[in-house]
């Protein structure tokens, strides 16, 4: 079919006050073949964790009252309300094969549902690190993992929630005008030629590797696979930089977002830039997976004690084993942490994309391991957006008085909304069905 005068290209963008930015999936960018619009707009997924547990008890206590659909806010989970119809809370689901590992330690396992434990320290591939299997060719970046603190940190103290195919934990961003050259910035000559001899350097490798198979034992030969399927994802992942290379990054103007913030100095307008910029990464199409960490399970971490400091509290770690003798401390806490992920929402809501908006298109689960501080059996989870995607919303599911089923299922529902072709996550059953349509 000849293209019309009013036909777009799928990555035409929008200029205007300093700014370019890519247009969302429009009418006139299908060139005529309505039945396949659905099918090729975006599926996205938003993972955030946090951690040292909820309040349980007294008028701050997180989770709704009245289990289904007839559910009200808590004082904590006030601010979801405008959203009510855009989002499940559930109570009772954990990982069953992580009760046994403590509280503290729980965390590496959020998105995996793998016990990690001494001496090997062994994980899974976590949730977005599926999906991102499935639709990380389609956008510049297969995914973006972030982390207050940055880093990878100890095992079983992670600052990352996401992990690689062989369960290894990858490195997560946490400076913000870092993150935002990355999304956006144009690649130096110098970059561009790492990256040619980065290139070069792996072909090498992998072309030595065949002669030395050769003279291994079985055993041996296993590692070296195991080895070489890690440098094969590295090739990948350049290859795909370098033919991502060839087409323009949306420019985004760098006032746009507060850029000019550090977590020691100002946790809330950190913690709102880091929204912020994962935002912009949804709304140019940048990537359609993200991991945040918004807080890891450690005592000492920077953002364990400075972003309760954005609410006038102390040591996050503290607040969780008050939650008994002082729930409002960390019912304040997770108030101002469920505001940050409402204001989120609302920017999704408020963006148009084809027939809805970015939030229609947009799966987002957050959550923790831990409801008391050291207690892994009962996660509070939200489950938010994707109501094109297949999932339903408004409501609330008490898995204490329903049929138990792990936190898996729930995994794997999601997966299946972002059309994942998966059967099984860690230790599911089968796809959640309270949670689809």
């Known amino acids: 079919m000849a293209n019309k005068s009013w036909h777009l290209h799928r990555r035409t963008f929008l200029r205007g006050t300093g700014a370019m930015m890519a247009l969302p999936l429009l009418e006139s960018m299908t060139h005529g073949r309505e039945s396949t619009a659905t099918e090729s707009l975006p599926r996205r997924l938003c993972c955030f964790y946090f951690p040292f547990g909820v309040p349980l008890k007294g008028e701050w206590a997180w989770w709704p009252t009245e289990d289904g659909k007839d559910f009200s806010f808590s004082k904590t989970l006030a601010s979801l309300e405008p959203f009510r119809d855009h989002v499940t809370i559930t109570q009772g689901l954990s990982h069953g094969n992580v009760q046994s590992v403590p509280g503290h330690d729980s965390g590496d396992s959020f998105l995996t549902g793998v016990p990690v434990k001494a001496p090997n320290y062994s994980n899974g591939i976590s949730l977005d690190q599926v999906a991102a299997a499935q639709s990380g060719r389609k956008t510049r970046f297969a995914s973006l993992v972030l982390s207050s603190d940055g880093g990878v940190g100890e095992p079983t103290r992670t600052r990352t929630i996401s992990y690689n195919r062989e369960g290894k934990p990858i490195p997560a961003m946490s400076e913000p005008d870092r993150i935002f050259q990355r999304l ?15 290139a070069s350097l792996l072909d090498r490798v992998l072309e030595n590797s065949k002669s030395l198979r050769l003279k291994l034992g079985r055993h041996d030969q296993q590692k070296l696979d195991e080895y070489l399927e890690s440098v094969r994802s590295v090739e990948k992942n350049i290859q795909s930089s370098r033919d991502w290379a060839k087409t323009a990054r949306p420019q985004v103007d760098p006032a746009a977002v507060n850029l000019n913030v550090a977590l020691d100095q100002d946790p809330d307008k950190f913690l709102t830039t880091m929204y912020d910029l994962i ?10 997976i993200t991991a945040y960490q918004i807080g890891q399970n450690l005592t000492t971490s920077l953002a364990c004690n400075r972003l309760p400091r954005a609410v006038g509290l102390g040591n996050w770690h503290g607040l969780g084993h008050g939650q008994n003798k002082k729930p409002e401390a960390i019912g304040r806490m997770q108030e101002y942490v469920t505001g940050h992920l409402s204001r989120f929402m609302k920017k999704l809501n408020d963006t148009s994309e084809a ?6 298109r947009t799966v987002i689960l957050h959550g923790s391991t831990n409801a008391a501080t050291h207690g892994t059996n009962n996660y509070p989870l939200i489950l938010a957006g994707g109501g094109k995607l297949g999932l339903r919303h408004g409501q609330y599911l008490d898995f204490r008085s329903r049929q138990k089923q792990p936190c898996s299922n729930l995994y794997l529902a999601v997966l299946q909304s972002l059309g994942v072709p998966s059967e099984e996550f860690a230790d599911s059953t089968a796809p959640m069905s309270e949670v689809l349509a």
Request: proline share 3%; hydrophobic share 35%; no cysteine.
């Open 184 to 198: 956006f910035g144009v690649p130096t000559e110098a970059e561009r030629r790492r990256m040619a001899r980065n």
């Open 355 to 360: 027939d809805g908006n970015l939030l229609d």
């Open 279 to 288: 935002f912009l990464a949804v709304q140019t199409d940048s990537t359609r």
